[in-house]
């Protein structure tokens, strides 16, 4: 995208709404909706085996991989096991990366989509 050279005036920004911006985002989204399923469904399940290796519940399991997998790791709840402690050290931060990565890509696309159609204006 090709940005005018006068854009460094005052007020000459193009500009895009959340609500422009929410709409393409949901477009951006649904095109790569099976890798964004699949990546769910993926720390669902790793959540799941949690809960059977470290004798949690399954919603703690499933709670644990998600907190694992974003990088928060509040630590209310640790792993025990040598292939828990990989799962979450290993597996899930990537997991959880690569979910992060499509997201923050696809709302960079949808800025670039709004602005380029505020442009066209």
Do not use: Q
């Amino acid at each position: 995208m090709h940005l005018p050279d006068n854009l460094g005036k005052k007020g000459e920004y193009p500009e895009i709404g959340f609500k422009a911006f929410f709409g393409i985002f949901i477009k951006v989204i649904y095109v790569v909706r099976k890798i964004v399923i699949t990546l769910f469904i993926f720390i669902i399940v790793m959540g799941i085996l949690l809960a059977f290796l470290e004798g949690l519940s399954i919603w703690n399991g499933i709670y644990f991989a998600f907190v694992t997998a974003l990088t928060l790791g509040y630590g209310d709840i640790v792993p025990h096991t040598g292939i828990g402690k990989f799962i979450c050290a290993i597996v899930l931060p990537i997991t959880g990366m690569l979910l992060t990565g499509i997201m923050v890509a696809a709302a960079i696309a949808a800025i670039n989509r709004g602005l380029e159609e505020e442009m066209k204006k």
